[in-house]
């Protein structure tokens, strides 16, 4: 035993907060009449082969409370332990239990952060980004959904299907830890199951729009396929249905509560996914990069193409359209196309951290991106806003001149050479050609 002074720090203490037992049931309460504390002056038990040749450098302390398991604190529990290395004797390391969460949707490589402080970060960019992203997918939807006008061509019909998945995945999401909170294994299998659904429906129809795009500019002859946008919508939602069903029907487990974002304390929080990983990266890494390839090489394709009609058709460009306006098309096309997910293929070694900021930080706010490119600043749906939203000097008299740009827009595009004599292929392209021909589009 050791005798100290009263001025002399103590070895290690623990704060507990009086709203510790709040959390849990009040026959639980009727129990937690007791705290316990081990302290270990000597750290020998705890030195593990993972931590090579590196030194402990305090005492250690664990406390209990009747056995519990109390979770879900309002306040932090501190401890406070003395380093008890010569080089620092008096100092004091504090370590608060808080709760970080996850800071990327889905990380490919399944790399923990090396410190706590990222962590903290990049879970805040991600769960801010996607409820942003979140509450203008939902804008996007209603503004394409309330005007009939804006759904007479199948990328905008692509695009409401698009963004009604990732709005799904975006929920989930900012609900799985709280939906794992709960313990309930059936909850969070459920939780997981949905989360990989939408995951999935995201990248399908993602692909879908490239392949989309592929057969209207540069397949343009290719024969009108009868029932277009079924088939698109049953492989959209169907392909994915059939992955996660099997993962569950392998193995339901394959779904589960995974550890995430592991503190100081060597405590991590919960989350519902897949906890195979083998399932995870059959199930989700092999299928992204199927899609994300089909996108990448789509884009190459198309952008060449439409290279090639711009440099042969000069006359059919508009006198307006700039390098922005060109760029602010292909930074759209690269949003809806998901090309953004290819961040993760670059979060391995040294470039892991800088690329899981950049992955964190577009992909979480997809949505957002989605708006702005896609529905603010379309020349066809901001009319639409001013026609029926707007008050005023801003307001457009209904039918003012949207049909004579809209017949204008198509004669364009009729004297394009990426243009079907097919007029039934013409309406299902013609927003997407626009890119190359004009800015109304986009």
């Known amino acids: 035993k050791r005798t100290m002074k009263s ?26 009449n007791s705290v316990q504390f081990t302290f270990y002056a000597k750290n020998s038990f705890f030195k593990v082969l ?8 305090s005492t250690v302390l664990g406390s209990s409370v009747a056995n519990l398991s109390i979770s879900n604190l309002s306040e932090n529990i501190e401890f406070a332990i ?11 390391c504090s370590l608060s239990v808080c709760c970080v969460c996850h800071f990327s949707m889905q990380d490919l490589s399944r790399q923990e952060l090396p410190d706590q402080k990222n962590t903290q970060i990049l879970t805040f960019i991600t769960y801010i980004g996607c409820g942003i992203s979140a509450i203008f997918l939902a804008i996007t939807l209603l503004t394409y959904l309330s005007f009939p006008k804006l759904l007479r061509d199948i990328p905008a019909k692509i695009l409401v299907q698009l963004c009604s998945s990732l709005l799904f995945l975006n929920l989930v999401f900012l609900l799985d830890s709280w939906l ?29 729009e490239a392949l989309h795009m592929y057969l209207s500019i540069v ?37 589960g509560l995974i550890n995430y974002g592991k503190h100081t304390n060597d405590t991590s929080d919960n989350f519902c996914w897949l906890s195979n990983n083998i399932a995870f990266y059959v199930g989700v890494v092999a299928y992204f990069l199927l899609i994300f390839i089909l996108c990448l090489l789509a ?6 193409h439409l290279s090639r009609i711009k440099k042969q058709n000069p006359h059919n460009q508009s006198p307006k359209r700039s390098v922005m306006t060109d760029l602010r098309s292909v930074t759209g096309l690269v949003i809806i196309l998901g090309l953004t997910w290819g961040f993760a293929l670059f979060a391995w070694g040294p ?31 901001r009319r639409q806003w001013r026609t029926y ?54």
């Open 82 to 92: 003395r380093n008890t290395t010569e080089t620092n004797s008096l100092g004091l």
């Open 299 to 304: 884009f190459i394709v198309v952008m060449g």
């Open 7 to 32: 001025s002399e720090p103590a070895l290690a203490s623990v704060y507990l907060p009086a709203s510790l037992t709040s959390g849990i049931s009040p026959e639980e309460q009727k129990q937690a």
């Open 351 to 381: 470039l892991y951290l800088p690329f899981v900021y950049l992955f964190s930080i577009f992909n979480s706010l997809q949505g957002f991106f989605v708006f702005v490119f896609h529905c603010a600043i379309k020349e066809n749906v």
């Open 219 to 255: 397949r343009v002859f290719t024969p009108y396929l009868s029932q277009y946008m079924l088939k698109f919508t049953l492989m959209g939602w169907g392909i994915p249905l059939i992955i996660v069903i099997i993962v569950i029907s392998v193995d339901k487990n394959n779904y």
């Open 389 to 442: 939203l707007c008050c005023g000097k801003l307001r457009l008299a209904e039918n003012s001149d949207w049909s004579r740009t809209f017949t204008q827009n198509k004669k364009t595009i009729s004297r394009s050479s990426a243009i079907t004599l097919d007029p039934k292929f013409t309406s299902r392209s013609s927003s997407v050609v626009s890119f190359g021909t004009n800015s109304s589009g986009m």
């Open 50 to 57: 993972s931590l090579y040749n590196k030194t402990l450098v």
């Open 180 to 208: 794992g909170s709960h313990n309930n294994t059936g909850l969070c299998i459920c939780t997981a199951f949905f989360l990989h659904y939408f995951l999935l429906t995201s990248f399908t129809w993602a692909g879908l």
